[in-house]
């Protein structure tokens, strides 16, 4: 079965900064996708950024980054120059291709931005 | 922001009460969800459809049922609602009938349960 852990269930750091959530997962298949998703308090959770398992290339959306290191099933979340609303629980998830068709979701990290 | 509403937003209701949590999305999206997520922790994800008349289980024991008349509705019933059914429920749409490329869920707003 396919696990995902955070292994960090609260996190903060200072507006402006750089932060890394991370995220390792466990999985015998090849082909798979995996996210991070934002759920501000009390808000819509939204998606933050998806990888490929098959792209060496590491994601990114604007502030946003993932390091992928797929040999480590690794997949950690760099946030840079912190803001405010970047305060909200961030859930790493994955999917395998073909496979259950589920999404396999970690229990979170709950980020604070401190002003 | 994705098209996907759910209604009620908040439902506060006594214990034996049939309850219906509404859910639908604009997008024609085939695949929808229904995830039972305590504040601040985890999502359990509790039913979930291919497609119009599919309904599968998810992994979380629940007691609630559901049903997938139309592409763009998922109601989720409950009974006989009980104080243990106490949480938010989220309800998610994604595009595909199997997993690609595109993969990717789109959430709605919740709907927050007390039962008292």
């Known amino acids: 079965a396919q696990t995902v852990t955070q292994s960090q269930p609260e996190m903060s750091v200072q507006e402006a900064e750089t932060v890394t959530l991370s995220c390792t997962y466990d999985?015998?298949?090849?082909?798979?996708?995996l996210f991070w998703y934002k759920q501000p308090p009390s808000r819509q959770m939204i998606l933050v950024i998806r990888?490929?398992?098959?792209?060496?290339q590491n994601a990114t959306e604007n502030r946003f980054s993932v390091n992928f290191q797929k040999a480590a099933k690794s997949f950690s979340l760099k946030i840079s120059d912190s803001q405010l609303g970047d305060t909200a629980m961030y859930f790493c998830?994955?999917?395998?291709?073909?496979?259950?068709?589920?999404?396999?979701f970690g229990k979170g990290t709950k980020l604070t931005v401190n002003p | 922001e994705a098209d996907i509403y759910q209604t009620p937003r908040y439902l506060v209701i006594g214990t034996g009460k049939k309850i219906t949590l509404e859910c639908s999305q604009t997008?024609?999206?085939?695949?929808m969800y229904w995830y039972q997520q305590d504040p601040g922790m985890e999502l359990h994800l509790i039913h979930y459809s291919y497609g119009v008349n599919s309904t599968e289980k998810g992994d979380l024991s629940s007691e609630s049922t559901v049903s997938r008349i139309r592409t763009e509705h998922f109601p989720l019933t409950l009974e006989s609602a009980r104080p243990s059914h106490t949480s938010q429920y989220l309800c998610?749409?994604?595009?595909?009938?199997?997993?690609?490329?595109?993969?990717?869920?789109?959430f709605g707003p919740g709907t927050r349960l007390l039962v008292l």
């Open positions: 998830a994955f999917i395998p291709q073909g496979g259950s068709e589920k999404l396999v």
């Open positions: 999985t015998s298949e090849s082909n798979y996708y």
């Open positions: 998610a749409s994604s595009p595909f009938r199997t997993a690609g490329p595109q993969e990717t869920q789109y």
């Open positions: 997008m024609g999206h085939d695949k």
């Open positions: 990888q490929e398992a098959y792209k060496q």
